[in-house]
């Protein structure tokens, strides 16, 4: 029997809520800010932890039409639920996966040279593909066309009698959630030069932060990611986005101990005073991150247990956690109550930040022992 259908009844495992209608609104949101140019949803990383499969049918309903995955298997899961999407796989373009891109219907992302020649050669076997996405590298080093490259192939297709259609020209930001970055403005200034070089192929540049930076980089299509599952685009701002996951984990034990006494693992932190301790039923064998540990020398983050402010204690387990309770009121936690860990006054950047990682990082190594509740707003 599979893991998840165990799990739906085991008071021991923390709880993972999916808020599906927060992430419509959020959708919602972006698509209504960046009208008319339209917005697609990146669901790369099983949907950055969600599941393609919970995800996708609710981005659907809520009006998107355009999905960015990073793989051909991750373009298989979306077009379960997306039959008619336009689905675009980033990670490059193999002559061996040209058939599966053919019995799928999904849209090649072309940046390197090696890419479109591979792609050119399986139009030459007569595969029916859909016409390509060009990346051009403005800056990140890491996918796509050089400038020099983009220039040249550009003039490479001006003698073509029949150059290779693209339906979407595309670059990635560097630094978006950077206002005023000089980075971003040379990336933009480069994207427009390319756009000039192919003319009439619409154009994409916005990532979830692009979108809040400037409404004449919209173009055709923004590719948000983050900000749809609930992360701030706007990291210098209050976060105009919704929560859409909520993690709460069970209280298995309450312990004491005295001023003085080691805490966890290596004993990093001493507790300064007489404490009450919560043991807390989730730890990175399910995600959370190992750097949220509060230590005698570092301030790391906190759960909301009996709606108080709680303290991590020391080392990070792999499936469990301590909070300093003292300051609850008396007879207020017992053993089966549940902290908060990340949700109401506890949000996924906070224990992102506090952690020294990302919250993109904490969403997609969300693991597979959580109890999954999804809310669906039909409930």
């Known amino acids: 029997?599979?893991?998840?259908?165990?799990?739906?009844?085991?008071?021991t495992a923390a709880c993972l809520t999916i808020d599906l209608p927060a992430l419509q609104s959020n959708y919602r949101l972006i698509a209504e800010r960046v009208s008319p140019a339209k917005a697609s949803a990146n669901i790369k990383a099983d949907a950055y932890?969600?599941?393609?499969?919970?995800v996708v049918p609710a981005l659907v309903e809520a009006g998107c039409s355009h999905f960015f995955v990073a793989t051909i298997s991750e373009g298989l899961s979306a077009r379960i639920s997306a039959p008619h999407a336009t689905i675009y796989v980033l990670n490059s373009f193999s002559s061996d996966a040209a058939k599966a891109y053919e019995a799928h219907r999904l849209t090649a992302v072309l940046g390197s040279y090696e890419d479109i020649a591979d792609f050119e050669k399986a139009l030459e076997d007569?595969?029916?593909?859909?016409?390509?996405?060009?990346?051009?590298?403005?800056?990140?080093?890491?996918?796509?066309?050089?400038?020099?490259?983009?220039?040249?192939?550009?003039?490479?297709?001006?003698?073509?009698?029949?150059?290779?259609?693209?339906?979407?020209?595309?670059t990635h930001f560097i630094e978006s959630e950077i206002h005023g970055s000089s980075i971003t403005e040379k990336q933009v200034t480069l994207f427009d030069e390319m756009r000039r070089m192919f003319p009439d192929v619409p154009a994409s540049l916005s990532n979830?932060?692009?979108?809040?930076?400037?409404?004449?980089?919209?173009y055709d299509l923004v590719r948000p990611g983050y900000a749809l599952?609930?992360?701030?685009?706007?990291?210098?701002?209050?976060?105009?986005?919704?929560?859409?996951?909520?993690?709460?984990?069970?209280?298995?034990?309450?312990?004491?101990?005295?001023?003085?006494?080691?805490?966890?693992?290596?004993?990093?932190?001493?507790?300064k005073r007489d404490t009450r301790i919560a043991t807390l039923s989730i730890g990175y064998g399910d995600g959370?991150?190992?750097?949220?540990?509060?230590?005698?020398?570092?301030?790391?983050?906190?759960?909301?247990?009996?709606?108080?402010?709680?303290?991590?204690l020391g080392r990070v387990s792999m499936d469990l956690i301590m909070a300093d309770i003292t300051d609850c009121p008396e007879g207020a936690v017992k053993r089966g109550d549940h902290a908060v860990i990340i949700g109401d006054d506890i949000t996924l950047d906070e224990v992102a930040a506090k952690s020294g990682t990302i919250g993109y990082e904490i969403l997609v190594h969300l693991g597979p022992r959580f109890r999954r509740r999804v809310l669906t707003g039909k409930d």
Do not use: W
């Open 288 to 312: 959370y991150p190992r750097g949220a540990k509060n230590t005698d020398t570092k301030i790391g983050a906190e759960c909301l247990i009996a709606g108080q402010r709680c303290k991590i």
């Open 49 to 54: 932890g969600l599941g393609i499969d919970v």
């Open 1 to 11: 029997m599979a893991l998840s259908a165990l799990l739906a009844d085991d008071p």
């Open 229 to 271: 599952y609930g992360g701030n685009p706007c990291p210098d701002k209050k976060n105009p986005m919704r929560p859409v996951i909520r993690i709460e984990a069970p209280i298995l034990q309450i312990r004491y101990a005295k001023k003085g006494t080691p805490i966890g693992y290596g004993g990093e932190i001493t507790v």
């Open 126 to 170: 007569r595969l029916d593909l859909l016409a390509p996405a060009l990346h051009i590298d403005t800056g990140m080093n890491r996918l796509g066309l050089t400038i020099d490259e983009a220039r040249s192939f550009a003039e490479r297709r001006k003698s073509e009698t029949s150059p290779l259609p693209f339906s979407l020209l595309m």
């Open 208 to 218: 979830s932060s692009g979108v809040f930076l400037n409404q004449t980089i919209t």
